[in-house]
């Protein structure tokens, strides 16, 4: 599996090694021995599913208690996908790093605990499936605004993004609660 590096160095994307002959294609999109390499000792104890139309734009979500690390990768459609760094300690605080994961790359992007994620569906249609090191917390869970003028994420919009009623109330990222 390659590792490509983003510019916040614990976000990773994984680059599997991917075989194909005419019956269709095979790899593996987890390796615990692999993912230690790279220091992710975490242990997985939940898996989701996400089914979302064009356009639809999910997040920019985070647990405050319980944070959880994920796993994300798209078994059909593609996505934008953005991680933005909550830890105060972190050189990278209040900075966010993007990128377009597809059934087509079968790229898989690492984000840590720590970290608040979203994505925008780019296709007519996407899944996306992530793995989460702690369960999910609802009491626990917040929101920033997706279009939060100080985080300036260059989301790839071609009009207004489809948005829950919990994503157009995000708060603004200098009111957002953070990690240290």
């Known amino acids: 599996m390659n ?20 019956r269709g294609f095979f790899f593996e999109s987890f390796n615990q021995r692999d993912a230690s390499d790279y220091g992710i000792n975490k242990f997985f104890v939940q898996d989701n599913h996400s089914h979302s139309l064009k356009d ?61 994620h979203g994505f925008l569906t780019l296709s007519d249609s996407a899944d996306v499936l992530y793995k989460a090191s702690d369960y999910y917390a609802p009491q626990f869970e917040r929101t920033i605004a997706w279009d939060d003028k100080d985080l300036d994420i260059k989301w790839p919009l071609g009009g207004a993004p489809i948005l829950s009623a919990k994503d157009r109330s995000g708060v603004p990222f200098r009111d957002a609660e953070t990690y240290p």
Do not use: C
């Open 3 to 22: 590792v490509i590096k983003t510019e916040i160095p614990d976000v990773l994307i994984f680059d599997p090694k991917v075989f194909v002959d005419d």
């Open 56 to 116: 639809v734009l999910r997040g920019i979500h985070y647990q405050v208690e319980q944070p959880q690390g994920k796993l994300v990768r798209v078994v059909s459609g593609e996505i934008f996908d953005v991680a933005v760094d909550l830890r105060t300690s972190s050189p990278a605080f209040g900075k966010w790093v993007g990128a377009i994961l597809s059934a087509d790359n079968k790229q898989i992007m690492w984000i840590p605990a720590g970290f608040a």
